[in-house]
Every structure is written in C-alpha cells, then in structure tokens.
C-alpha cells in the first residue's frame, strides 16, 4: 500500500467527516475526492488504515469515521496550514466588518432613541450597512395638533417615512454637511414632507458616515433642535 495515498484517504476521510458528520464510505472517497484508482483498492487502503488504527466503523454503518490517532496523524502531518490561515484571515476579516457594523447600529439606534425623547419629534438615521433610514418617535408627530387636525398631512408624512428609501434619497440630494442644517416646510424636495421641516447632518462613527436628525412640524423649537443634534452627535462620536 502506498504510504501517500493512505495519508491521502485518510485526509480525504477527515475532510468530508468534519464538513458533514456523516460516516464516509468508500465509494464517496473515490467519487469525491477523484482518486484514479479502482474501487476495491479504496475499499483495501480503508481496511489497512482501519486496522492500523486510524479509522473506526461505527455501529453497523458501512462508513467509517477518524480515531484519535487519525485525527493526531492528521494535525501533525496532513492538514494544510497555509490555506487554512488565510481561509482564517479571510474569515476574521469579514466577522470583524460584521461586528463593527453591529455596533455601530447599537451605538445609533441609542442615539436616535435619545433624539427622539429630546425633541418630541421623529428623529432618524441611516445605518452604516445599506442604504436605508430607521426612525423612531413616530408617534411624537402624530399628536401634534399639525397633524392629528390633518389627517392628509399625517398620512403623506407616514408614507414617506415607510417608505425610507426616497427619505434617503432627498437626504442624499439636500445640501447636507458636517454643520447640522434645517430644510423648511418647501425646502424639502419631496411633496409630501413639506409640512415639516429637518434638522440634519452628516455624522462619522468608526469610518462609516451617513446622517442623524430629527423630522416634525414647521412649529418646531428650532434652536434646541439643532443644538441638541449636534450634542447627541457628539455622544456618538464617543
């Protein structure tokens, strides 16, 4: 028996076990993992290493599984460290992104929470992994007396909100920089928003930027609005 073709089939063995838990037989071996060899010297090599004591058949299947001193031969001898360290690399990489984006959207949906108790408006932002607005304090506008009087307005507002791709959208075409900016009744683009006014800007957290502020009535206390925009700004910066 060739010594590399049972390191081999034992690692062809180790691999498919770990991937799916599932006894290996040996026609999954051939068909696989593409040994140019026929059936039966599969079937001699898997008893040879069985005997040896690197693989087992558990209960009655006719698949076999790795011992310990397969899986030692394997860690010691056989596994492919190089690609395992990038697939590792890769891995981390794409987990870390994930989790940076998580806590960022944490550290925002706390911010907007506090806007939104603040300013008895609704108060917005856009998440750092996609192109969509949540809002909270929704509704903080529906009992203004603007609104709840007018059920036209109230209605076309909602409709914006639900639909927070366009409110993203006239955000990115409003002139909106670092300086929080209030856009006024017509000053909004879209229609039906012009019944209120927006106190936004641009916020930056962990290299992600997009935009944090507060959306209600024309009859808004503008300064403390602004003001307070830029202080939860600052919480998030922290």
């Known amino acids: 028996?060739?010594?590399?073709?049972?390191?081999?089939?034992?690692?062809?063995?180790?691999?498919?076990?770990?991937?799916?838990?599932?006894?290996?037989?040996?026609?999954?071996?051939?068909?696989?993992?593409?040994?140019?060899?026929?059936?039966?010297?599969?079937?001699?090599?898997?008893?040879?290493?069985?005997?040896?004591?690197?693989?087992?058949?558990?209960?009655?299947?006719?698949g076999r599984i790795p011992t310990d001193k397969g899986y030692r031969l394997f860690v010691d001898e056989m596994a492919d460290y190089k690609k395992a360290r990038q697939e590792a690399i890769k891995a981390l990489s794409t987990i870390r992104e994930k989790y940076r984006i998580e806590k960022v959207r944490e550290k925002l949906y706390d911010a907007v929470s506090l806007l939104a108790r603040a300013t008895n408006s609704v108060s917005f932002a856009t998440t750092p992994d996609n192109p969509h607005t949540f809002f909270l304090g929704m509704s903080n506008v529906l009992r203004q007396p603007e609104f709840s009087q007018n059920s036209v307005n109230a209605s076309e507002v909602?409709?914006?909100?639900?639909?927070?791709?366009?409110?993203?959208?006239?955000?990115?075409?409003?002139?909106?920089?670092e300086n929080v900016r209030t856009f006024i009744g017509e000053e909004n683009i879209l229609p039906q928003i012009q019944s209120c006014s927006i106190v936004v800007s641009k916020y930056h957290d962990d290299g992600y930027t997009g935009y944090l502020g507060v959306l209600g009535p024309k009859r808004m206390n503008y300064a403390y609005n602004i003001v307070m925009v830029e202080e939860i700004k600052k919480l998030l910066n922290k």
């Open 1 to 62: 028996m060739s010594e590399e073709r049972k390191k081999q089939i034992l690692k062809a063995i180790i691999n498919h076990f770990v991937e799916t838990a599932e006894p290996v037989g040996s026609n999954t071996i051939l068909v696989s993992y593409q040994f140019h060899v026929s059936p039966a010297t599969i079937r001699n090599d898997m008893m040879t290493l069985e005997e040896e004591g690197y693989i087992y058949q558990p209960h009655t299947s006719a």
């Open 158 to 177: 909602m409709e914006v909100l639900e639909r927070g791709d366009n409110f993203v959208k006239t955000l990115a075409s409003l002139d909106v920089t």
